[in-house]
């Protein structure tokens, strides 16, 4: 089992970045790969992006390519999702969510989530 919690978050200008974290506790991290999601009000939760087990491969949503990178430290139990360019569309709580095996892009294939951090772009 993991139990992942996710920091970071915070209000930011238009054009800036932020760094999220999510510390996962279990031993077995290593096993999960790894996803960010987001959901603003009134809006389906959406993937943002995801990680391999080993952090070789990560994947992400059509929004968010080419200024969000995700990575991952297995010695920390740690996940990263560094934020650049930020518009004011990325205004959402970002979840943080763990499955055992690879990544996917729905909701209903995660098994565990944090509580969420909120990210709030000023325009």
């Known amino acids: 089992q993991l139990q992942p919690v996710e920091s970071g978050g915070g209000l930011v200008q238009a054009g800036g970045s932020l760094r999220l974290s999510c510390a996962a506790s279990?031993?077995?991290?290593?096993?999960?790969?790894m996803g960010w999601f987001r959901q603003d009000q009134g809006k389906e939760r959406e993937f943002v992006a995801g990680i391999s087990v080993n952090g070789l491969m990560p994947y992400y949503g059509d929004s968010v390519k080419g200024r969000f990178t995700i990575s991952r430290d297995n010695n920390k139990n740690t996940v990263y999702l560094q934020m650049n360019s930020l518009e004011p569309e990325d205004t959402a709580v970002y979840y943080c969510?763990?499955?055992?095996?690879?990544?996917?892009?729905?909701?209903?294939?995660?098994?565990?989530w944090g509580q969420g951090t909120q990210v709030t772009v000023s325009a």
């Open positions: 969510a763990a499955r055992m095996g690879f990544v996917r892009t729905t909701v209903e294939q995660y098994d565990y």
């Open positions: 279990g031993r077995t991290f290593a096993q999960y790969a």
